[in-house]
């Protein structure tokens, strides 16, 4: 019932899925034992918790969420009565302790002087999972902005892609400029009957969350990840280019602080986007001069 509205309150199937997924994994063999909710206790709770609490805190941190969501509509509903037995700071703390606190860990990324000597390698791989890594880095997007992608959001003739705000991070629709080498890798993929992804699975469906990982792998390039090439793209664009910080953030799909950016980049910004994804498709293209051994003068 607790999921049932919720799912109102999130923003797509995807969420709802998370939410049943969670509570499946990590609560139910502690809380769903054929016992009535009344006869649980915020020890119960605790022991679902404590196998996560430090190791998967993110997950373990939503998952208390969720089941005080549910000991609150039990209490709502008159089937629990008392305190409820998974709010954090009267019942689990004591228990469970606050969790650790760590620096926020790097996702691996490519030195951006090699760019372009692992594209060309990239480039001979076959296959749609090759192909959507490719324009997950020209495009500096997420796997997930990716791997959900539709013709439907894909304007050519415009060069525009338009991702839905429901399949955003941040909630927001984002329109990415597509470069003339992004529009020719789109142009060349096939299209299959019946199935609106640019980039479908095998047998149907979207790429899994793993598929452009195990492309990486398959080049040996296993310390690296998907995700870290928008850190690249972020690396090359402030270290080497005239860009505005402001442009590049957008491109990125963040949320910028100050109001008067978020006011600005409304308006103007969509120019210096195009021109910017323009010259990151180009430094794609190119082979660093530092991959070339030069000869000393006076070499025989």
Not at 116 to 126: C, D, P, W
Not at 132 to 155: N, P, Y
Not at 174 to 198: C, Q
Request: proline letters at 5%; aromatic letters at 8%.
């Amino acid at each position: 019932i607790v999921i049932a509205q919720k799912a109102d309150e999130l923003r797509n199937a995807k969420a709802v899925a998370q939410w049943q997924s969670t509570l499946e994994t990590y609560a139910y063999p502690f809380l769903n034992d054929g016992r009535k909710i009344d006869e649980l206790t915020r020890h119960d709770v605790a022991k679902a918790l404590e196998p996560i609490w430090q190791t998967k805190r993110e997950t373990a941190s939503r998952l208390q969420g969720r089941i005080k969501a549910i000991f609150d509509y039990a209490k709502a509903s008159d089937a629990f009565k008392g305190d409820n037995p998974a709010d954090f700071k009267t019942a689990l703390e004591p228990l469970l302790g606050k969790q650790k606190k760590d620096a926020k860990e790097k996702q691996p990324a490519l030195p951006h002087k090699q760019t372009g000597a692992f594209m060309v390698e990239l480039r001979k791989r076959e296959g749609l999972s090759a192909r959507a890594l490719e324009f997950a880095i020209l495009t500096a997007a997420r796997s997930g902005e990716v791997r959900g992608a539709t013709w439907a959001e894909i304007d050519l003739p415009g060069r525009i892609w338009t991702v839905p705000a429901e399949r955003m991070k941040a909630g927001k629709e984002h329109r990415v400029p597509l470069s003339d080498e992004v529009v020719k890798l789109l142009e060349a993929l096939p299209r299959i009957v019946g199935n609106d992804y640019v980039f479908p699975a095998p047998r149907g469906g979207q790429l899994s969350d793993m598929s452009l990982t195990a492309v990486l792998k398959r080049m040996e390039r296993g310390g690296l990840t998907q995700h870290g090439f928008r850190s690249t793209f972020r690396d090359w664009a402030g270290e080497t280019t005239n860009h505005p910080r402001e442009v590049i953030e957008h491109a990125l799909a963040h949320q910028l602080k100050d109001k008067a950016e978020r006011a600005y980049q409304r308006g103007t910004l969509w120019p210096k986007r195009v021109h910017l994804m323009a010259d990151w498709a180009n430094y794609c293209g190119q082979v660093a001069a530092s991959n070339v051994v030069e000869l000393k003068q006076g070499a025989a």
